[in-house]
T-cell receptor, first 114, second 112 residues
Framework: AQSVTQLGSHVSVSEGALVLLRCNYS??????LFWYVQYPNQGLQLLLK??????LVKGINGFEAEFKKSETSFHLTKPSAHMSDAAEYFC????????????FGAGTRLFVKA | SQTIHQWPATLVQPVGSPLSLECTVE??????LYWYRQAAGRGLQLLFY??????ISSEVPQNLSASRPQDRQFILSSKKLLLSDSGFYLC???????????FGPGTRLTVL
């Protein structure tokens, strides 16, 4: 069985500061890992994903995440927060073995202060 | 390019009334389709997924049902709504054999 834990339901940073959103996963098979972003009253958009290969994955809007198998983590970072980054972020894991059902974390709401 | 539509965008329904939410996908064939619910302050809960017409898998027992009458149409229904059915309902699709899901704009359902 797979699961995802996002540490911190709310994170607040100042504009220009580092953004760090934490995600740990559990999977009995090699995972596919994702970060999605959701702006208010909208659907989710894919930020980035890890499938195979390079463990540091770059996504849209300056975000990146690093797959660390030994730590079962896939934390999302951005060097400098912008006001437009304020949104809810979801980490997700899916199963490579087939079916491609994706398990989502509970989400972390990012607040950006001016 | 592919697009996904959901309607209505918002809905207010009394307890005990029926429900029908519709999702359609354009620009792709034989997609995997998904219904999720997002309750206030909580993550996404997978409700149903479908790998083909008439093929529905239910993830959570509840008073909701899903149907897929056409290849690119996915409907979420209920005969009698409960207060606990309030939430944000998201439809998504993916290409079979691939990993990324693409989400619709969602339907905000309020049951009073």
């Amino acid at each position: 069985a797979q699961s995802v834990t996002q540490l911190g339901s709310h994170v607040s940073v100042s504009e220009g500061a580092l953004v760090l959103l934490r995600c740990n996963y559990s999977s009995s098979v090699p995972p596919y890992l994702f970060w999605y972003v959701q702006y208010p009253n909208q659907g989710l958009q894919l930020l980035l994903k890890y499938t195979t290969g390079a463990t540091l994955v770059k996504g849209i809007n300056g975000f990146e995440a690093e797959f660390k198998k030994s730590e079962t983590s896939f934390h999302l970072t951005k060097p400098s927060a912008h006001m437009s980054d304020a949104a809810e972020y979801f980490c997700a894991v899916s199963d490579r073995a087939g079916g491609f059902k994706t398990i989502f974390g509970a989400g972390t709401r990012l607040f950006v202060k001016a | 390019s592919q697009t996904i539509h959901q309607w209505p965008a918002t809905l207010v329904q009394p307890v005990g009334s029926p429900l029908s939410l519709e999702c359609t996908v354009e620009g792709t064939s034989n997609p995997n389709l998904y219904w999720y619910r997002q309750a206030a302050g909580r993550g996404l809960q997978l409700l149903f997924y479908s790998v083909g017409i008439g093929q529905i898998s239910s993830e959570v027992p509840q008073n909701l049902s899903a149907s897929r009458p056409q290849d690119r149409q996915f409907i979420l229904s209920s005969k009698k709504l409960l207060l606990s059915d309030s939430g944000f309902y998201l439809c998504a699709w993916s290409t079979p054999g691939t990993d990324t899901q693409y989400f619709g704009p969602g339907t905000r359902l309020t049951v009073l």
